[in-house]
């Protein structure tokens, strides 16, 4: 889908945003496409992906239980609906514990509707996915910036992560 929209003839600031509003992609993929693609000054593509990370936020936190509903009449959306649900439900122990900092630093790693979820204030919730969308690219920014050795380290984490994640929900025999 990322090729799609690099190919089209439209501007490149407007792919920036286009890209950061995907939902798996977000500014995790904008970043470098600005940065390391397009050859964008990294202040401008922080602020492109901030923006287009930031404009489907607040009509998900308004209109996503009618969202849910909906794609939930489908088989294939229930379950995705439903994924969603349980996944943000592990972590709502530390998002009801930390509040605004929980759900920011959630953000900064994804799955923002946890908001909707534990059914926190409109503006609560857009103020703390703001300042984890903040976070989220700067990381990002500071990864994209190191090129090569940013990428290495990007890997590394990922990996580290993944082991992690696998280990925490090995079963014990």
């Known amino acids: 889908m990322v090729e799609q929209i690099l190919n089209l003839d439209i501007a490149r600031q407007l792919i920036v945003v ?58 294939a959306g229930k379950k995705v609906v439903d994924w969603v649900f349980r996944h943000t439900r592990r972590h709502e122990a530390m998002i009801q514990k930390y509040e605004w900092l929980g759900l920011m630093l959630f953000v900064a790693v994804p799955l923002s509707i946890i908001a909707f979820i534990l059914g926190m204030r409109f503006t609560y919730s857009l103020l703390s996915i703001l300042c984890g969308v903040l976070i989220a690219g700067a990381i990002v920014t500071s990864l994209c910036l190191l090129g090569w050795i940013g990428a290495i380290i990007a890997g590394v984490v990922l990996a580290g992560l993944a082991v992690f994640g696998w280990w925490r929900t090995k079963p014990i025999s």
């Open 18 to 75: 286009i890209i950061a509003m995907l939902p798996v992609v977000e500014l995790r993929g904008a970043l470098p496409v600005a940065i390391n693609v397009f050859n964008m000054p990294w202040y401008w593509a922080y602020v492109l992906a901030v923006i287009g990370n930031m404009l489907p936020v607040p009509i998900l936190l308004l209109f996503f239980d009618g969202l849910a509903k909906l794609v939930s009449k489908v088989a």
